[in-house]
């Protein structure tokens, strides 16, 4: 079947980027991460005060190896000199970044960036974080301080509890962001805002002039906090969560409309998120607060605020602890999509997919903040979809993972240099190889697919396959995958398990090979552009040839640079191939009769690959596209089902 093609030097080197889009990109890093010398946080005493900590990457370069001893040198000399030539043309960079940062807030700064380091990690990037925190200060403390610094440097007034003031906190670092925010309590009135915002951006601008000014745009109350259900002394202030929201919403888009500066949209986040219909915060009306003891809480699922919880009183004599409420401050829940949004606008890298998700917290709500982040940066920066790309909204994964017989479902949502790990009942976890392997705004299941280019390709070692080894007389397997066509080389393998060097083959889907097998010859004939659905009960070649032959061929020609879902199918009698939810029927080619079963390749068997297989003693067959989703069943799904599934392939705009 898959016979080896000739290997293609430039396709399998590893990639480089640069600003530039050059298609040069570092291998290796490595990271490690180093607390600062001290803590830069100004906090209240009751509350842990920040370390600063610094992520530093160091970058590992790539050369051709040196040749082994009594080889032709030439070939490694050249390749050598190519890549250094390269390489100062286009001005080397690795993809991570480094932002340094200097945050002058409050508590909800704070709140913002708890997972913010975390996040970058996570992504590959440094993070240099000096928090000034004072709680609950506003725009007006920030700038009276630096004014009663200038008076008097020794003045106590104008210095933080590090014993800094803010001019020597701007001038500390080569800051590429600055932000401010005003005080949560005064956010809705813009008349508190000014003239202190432009004062201490006058200050920023003359003691950091690299930097850029970013505006922390905070968040309504919880509905239900005393704000909006007690009666108060305030005047004009909001009453509802919604007004706030409103009002808060209008004066962050006035200051940063007068200041030029870009919103860090925290609060449009969070409402966004709240009053989701189905992720949003819903107040337990059946809790009775009047007789409730210690330690009973109303339930709080998916709240982004701290809400409800039992503490000790500052002021108690007997230790005894109140039910008491902090509608203000975030939660995790909260801190995390307020870390999300900064992420993206520091790092200016979406953060849909960062693997990094808080301890405790659900998968699917992670993603769903991680989604409601980027929805809300998209819509700050003005940003619109690009057209002739994917839907508006992304399919819906539950239709794929609630079919019965899923093994494993993959939906590319991860950043590049991170293991795609699946849905279903294990995660099984995709590696990169020849990586890292890029993601592109264009996906399926979410704003992402994975773009794998020629020379690339994901693996689960065979020791990890797990139920991905599907074999035996009555196997049965359904592989779909939702693919765009980007390389016309023949031979490509998108996803299976299949290993040809070793006769450990079993099944794989397969698109462009040169021929197909007409089964009531079993000869091959010229076919070209199709996909094949390959299946093995004996592992090795098909007897009586040097290649395995038996596989199915489709009648349709995949397009390129157009979403497809195409399917490979063992029914354990016939291999089928779909394309777009039909069965693509081509006499005496699709379906392919095949009632052997799946080869059963035991602990040294195949891995189960994405993009490549193992042919003529090296790895081959490569795939060049991207993929937005790749499903595995261990049964042949109905055609309905298929037809259900070829329902969520995005459409041209």
Avoid at 306 to 331: E, I
Avoid at 378 to 388: E, H, I, Q
Wanted: positive net charge.
């Amino acid at each position: 079947m898959a016979e080896p093609a000739p290997l293609d030097f430039m396709a399998i080197l590893p990639r480089f980027r640069v600003p530039t889009m050059s298609p040069l990109y570092p291998l290796a890093k490595v990271a490690r991460t180093v607390p600062c010398a001290e803590s830069r946080s100004e906090a209240p005493e009751s509350s842990k005060d920040p370390t600063c900590r610094r992520s530093s990457v160091g970058l590992s370069s790539f050369l051709p190896q040196r040749p082994r001893a009594g080889t032709a040198r030439t070939p490694f000399l050249f390749a050598t000199l190519t890549f250094v030539l390269l390489a100062q043309a286009c001005g080397l960079a690795a993809e991570p970044k480094t932002v340094r940062i200097l945050t002058i807030g409050n508590s909800f700064s704070r709140n913002a960036t708890n997972h913010l380091d975390d996040l970058a990690k996570a992504g590959g990037h440094t993070l240099i974080h000096t928090p000034i925190v004072v709680g609950g200060a506003s725009l007006e403390l920030h700038s009276e301080k630096a004014i009663a610094h200038a008076k008097d440097p020794k003045d106590k007034a104008g210095l933080y509890t590090n014993g800094r003031s803010l001019v020597q906190q701007l001038k500390a670092e080569k800051w590429d962001y600055v932000t401010i925010q005003q005080a949560s309590i005064k956010s809705h009135d813009f008349a508190t805002y000014q003239p202190h915002a432009s004062r201490l951006w006058e200050i920023i601008q003359k003691n950091a002039p690299s930097a850029k000014l970013l505006v922390h745009q905070t968040w309504a109350y919880r509905k239900d906090d005393p704000r909006f259900t007690k009666p108060n002394n305030e005047v004009n202030g909001p009453t509802t969560q919604a007004e706030m929201y409103r009002r808060l919403s209008a004066a962050y888009a006035t200051l940063t409309k007068e200041l030029g500066a870009r919103r860090l949209p925290v609060g449009d986040a969070m409402y966004q998120a709240d009053t989701d219909a189905k992720w949003g915060y819903q107040t337990d009306t059946s809790f009775d607060f009047k007789t409730a003891k210690y330690p009973a809480l109303p339930n709080q699922k998916h709240s982004l605020h701290a809400g409800w919880s039992w503490k000790v009183p500052k002021t108690s004599k007997d230790g005894k602890k109140v039910l008491g409420m902090d509608g203000h401050h975030a939660g995790i829940a909260g801190e995390y999509l307020g870390a999300c949004v900064w992420y993206e606008v520091l790092f200016d890298e979406s953060a849909v997919g960062n693997s990094y998700i808080p301890k405790g917290m659900e998968v699917d709500y992670a993603r769903f903040l991680q989604e409601t982040a980027h929805r809300a940066v998209v819509k700050a920066a003005g940003k619109a979809p690009k057209s002739g790309t994917s839907k508006a909204t992304p399919a819906s994964a539950d239709t794929v993972l609630k079919m019965k017989g899923l093994v494993a479902f993959w939906d590319f949502q991860e950043a590049a240099g991170q293991p795609r790990v699946a849905k279903g009942s294990e995660p099984y976890s995709l590696q990169e190889m020849k990586g890292p392997i890029q993601r592109t705004d264009d996906g399926v299941f979410g704003p992402w697919s994975v773009d794998i280019k020629r020379g690339q390709w994901l693996m689960i070692p065979r020791a990890q396959v797990g139920a991905l080894d599907i074999h035996g007389k009555d196997a049965k397997v359904t592989v779909v995958a939702w693919v765009k066509r980007q390389a016309k080389d023949s031979w490509q393998a998108i996803a299976g398990v299949w290993d040809e060097t070793r006769k450990k083959r079993q099944y794989c889907l397969f698109l462009n090979a040169p021929r197909g097998t007409k089964a009531d010859e079993m000869k091959r004939y010229p076919l070209a552009n199709r996909i094949h659905g390959h299946v093995s009960a004996i592992g090795g070649p098909t007897p009586g040839d040097d290649f395995c032959i038996t596989y199915s061929s489709g009648a349709t020609e995949i397009p390129m640079k157009k979403w497809v879902c195409l399917v490979m199918q063992y029914t354990g009698k016939e291999s089928r191939v779909y394309v777009n939810g039909k069965l693509d029927v081509l006499e005496q080619y699709n379906p392919f009769p095949y009632p052997d079963g799946l080869y059963d390749g035991g602990k040294e068997g195949a891995d189960f690959t994405v993009g490549a297989v193992h042919r003529g003693g090296t790895w081959g067959n490569f795939f060049g596209g991207q993929l937005g989703g790749l499903a595995v069943y261990d049964r042949a799904l109905t055609d309905a089902e298929l037809k259900r599934l070829a329902g969520l392939t995005p459409q041209p705009q």
